[in-house]
């Protein structure tokens, strides 16, 4: 492991345009459950329920109960591999964070540029009387699993994207871009499976960046790694900054 780490952190610091890209593997150590690999939501939600915008407009109740499983149950907070992230783009290694996660850690932990590509649990609205609420406003409807709109409106929809929607046009477009400069890629925590945010990947790889992969389980397209980290997100990000700003390696 030491010597991939040294090897890893020094095609870091060399590059020009370093770029991370995260799934829900990145939060698991915070107490977020991933959908796929071990434990994950999928075996224990129904998913045409819980995740497809029909069903939310049908009967939003699954997906508050899964959300309440996802983000609620405890208070949620970044490890250290998310704060190592963003120290390292304060200091200068890192151009930014294409996530897949809709939990908001990367930018309590710090990090300012960060692509959301499937959106924030954050900001909600009514889909009848377009009244906006924010995640804290909700939370006590939301533990008690229906989140109703004081119009009496049960559609109260996070700006989340759910199956069967489109992502965020302007977000993809910024991601496809900063993943067309990228000449370094970290692929943390994504089983690479959900498109297009899986392509993102792919381009930065087309383009000829180096790529690590950190992930628990070997995933998709492991053509594409240089590096391959069968290890924990958090652990493994947080050796990396030591060896970037730490300075025990020139
Ligand atoms: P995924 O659930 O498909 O895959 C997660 C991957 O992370 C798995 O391969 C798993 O082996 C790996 N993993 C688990 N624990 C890890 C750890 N401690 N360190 C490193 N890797 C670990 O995730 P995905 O590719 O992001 O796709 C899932 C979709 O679900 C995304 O679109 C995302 O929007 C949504 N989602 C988001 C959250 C969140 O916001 N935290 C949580 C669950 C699902
Ligand atoms: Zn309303």
New binding site residues.
């Given amino acids: 492991m030491e010597e991939k780490l040294l090897s890893v952190s020094s095609a870091w610091k060399k590059a020009n345009y370093p770029l991370v890209f995260t ?7 915070s107490g ?7 434990d ?2 999928w075996d224990r939600f129904d998913v045409e329920k819980a995740a497809y915008l029909q069903s939310f407009l049908e009967d939003p109740g699954p997906f508050w109960k899964m959300a309440r499983e ?1 983000v609620l149950k405890k208070e949620v907070n970044p490890h250290q591999g998310h704060r190592a992230l963003a120290r390292l783009e304060e200091e200068g290694y890192l151009q930014g964070i294409i996530t ?4 908001g850690l990367h930018q309590k932990a710090g990090s300012k540029e960060v692509y959301e590509l ?1 959106g924030s649990l954050d900001k909600l609205d009514c889909l009848d009387c377009q009244k906006k609420y924010t995640w804290e406003e909700i939370s006590p409807d939301v533990e008690k699993g229906e989140v109703n709109c004081e119009c009496g409106s049960r559609k109260v929809k996070p700006r989340i994207v759910f199956f069967g929607e489109n992502l965020p046009r302007e977000e993809l477009d910024r991601a496809f871009f900063a993943a067309e400069q990228c000449d370094f890629l970290i692929v ?7 498109y297009p ?1 899986a392509s993102i990947p792919q381009i930065a790889w087309q383009r000829g960046a180096r790529m690590a992969l ?4 070997q ?1 998709f397209f492991p053509e594409m790694f240089d590096w391959v980290f069968l290890d ?3 652990r493994v990000l947080v050796e990396l900054e030591k060896k970037i700003l730490g300075g025990d390696q020139k």
């Fill in positions: 799934g829900a593997g990145m939060s698991a150590e977020v459950p991933t959908f796929r690999g071990k994950g939501l996802l897949q996660n809709i939990d499937h943390v925590g994504s089983s690479l499976e959900v945010a950190i992930n628990t389980e995933g924990s997100a958090e």
